[in-house]
């Protein structure tokens, strides 16, 4: 799930630069000058246009590493000998 929203989030933020590039083409900028305008202006405006998307992103990342970290957690306590022995499922 956290891997499709992460696609999806990099795919729309690269959508508005293409958008805000297209957008600029059309009154006959050239293309180097309207891409990185279209960079620089897509960036500020992606925090505010896709602001629920980068908030489920950011809570699936957040509960990955609340998992991984209780993980490492509980592996060095039994590597320190805190708990019982590693049990093999």
């Known amino acids: 799930m ?7 989030y990099v ?9 805000v590039t297209g957008a600029l083409m059309l ?4 293309f180097l000058v309207a891409l990185a305008v279209g960079v620089v202006v897509a960036l500020p405006a992606s925090l ?5 998307l980068r908030e489920r992103v950011a809570a699936g990342l ?3 590493d609340a998992v991984r970290r209780a993980e490492r957690d509980k592996l060095r306590a039994e590597l ?10």
Do not use: M, Q, S
């Open 62 to 64: 957040n509960a990955r």
């Open 48 to 52: 505010f246009v896709f602001k629920g």
């Open 27 to 30: 009154f006959n900028v050239p």
């Open 11 to 19: 795919l729309a933020r690269f959508g508005l630069v293409a958008v």
């Open 80 to 89: 320190r000998g805190d708990e019982g022995p590693l049990t093999r499922a």
């Open 2 to 8: 956290l891997a499709r929203d992460v696609t999806l």
